[in-house]
T-cell receptor, first 113, second 112 residues
Framework: RKEVEQDPGPFNVPEGATVAFNCTYS??????FFWYRQDCRKEPKLLMSVYSSGNEDGRFTAQLNRASQYISLLIRDSKLSDSATYLCVVGYLRDGNNRKLIWGLGTSLAVNP | SQTIHQWPATLVQPVGSPLSLECTVE??????LYWYRQAAGRGLQLLFYSVGIGQISSEVPQNLSASRPQDRQFILSSKKLLLSDSGFYLC???????????FGQGTRLTVV
């Protein structure tokens, strides 16, 4: 089993739709969770950190489910500009204070007019 | 505000040639610095990280090396490039090690 798994998609949705991605992780000791967005041939950009209680930033909502070991990203009222690859990142303490980040391969989203 | 600069944006190099990619961070001091590689169809792979000047940790054995001659400067090098070194190289920084990271624009390296 991969350490971090994402459905590669692509997810094709019309403008205005609500879309959700999940990301599962294998290490139960994982402590930090992030969603990044990466446009084609560009660098990843931090979209949001994921907190235990869940968090929202405008149209974006992130949730953490520790029991089932997954995080989710919900995008409401999709815009054309939301088309991108969404990367899930999970961090854990490898030894002592040595944090390690594991990157998923990403989920591709295409929002269509 | 903090900014990170990475150059060049694209590079085509012959096999066996040397490589030097440079990254600088502005607006912060003592950042944690990282070099990642993203190969086609693969996730981001951490190559090197640095918590301070002259301190380099390598994550995977390879044909590359890194140096941090100044607090906000991180350099990725190779003496002889291999075809398998082709990829998208990304420099990043974070305040705390392996937390939220911010990336430079990346260098798309093609070894021919």
């Amino acid at each position: 089993r991969k350490e971090v798994e994402q459905d590669p998609g692509p997810f094709n949705v019309p403008e205005g739709a609500t879309v959700a991605f999940n990301c599962t992780y294998s290490n139960s000791a994982s402590q930090s969770f992030f969603w990044y967005r990466q446009d084609c041939r560009k660098e990843p950009k931090l979209l949001m950190s994921v907190y235990s209680s869940g968090n929202e930033d405008g149209r974006f909502t992130a949730q953490l489910n520790r029991a089932s070991q997954y995080i989710s990203l919900l995008i409401r009222d999709s815009k054309l500009s939301d088309s991108a690859t969404y990367l899930c990142v999970v961090g854990y303490l490898r030894d002592g204070n040595n944090r390690k980040l594991i990157w998923g391969l990403g989920t591709s989203l295409a929002v269509n007019p | 505000s903090q900014t990170i600069h990475q150059w060049p944006a694209t590079l085509v190099q012959p096999v066996g040639s040397p490589l030097s990619l440079e990254c600088t961070v502005e607006g912060t001091s003592n950042p944690n610095l990282y070099w990642y590689r993203q190969a086609a169809g693969r996730g981001l792979q951490l190559l090197f990280y640095s918590v301070g000047i002259g301190q380099i940790s390598s994550e995977v054995p390879q044909n590359l090396s890194a140096s941090r001659p100044q607090d906000r400067q991180f350099i990725l090098s190779s003496k002889k490039l291999l075809l398998s070194d082709s990829g998208f190289y990304l420099c990043a920084w974070s305040r705390v090690r392996n937390t939220e990271a911010f990336f430079g624009q990346g260098t798309r390296l093609t070894v021919v």
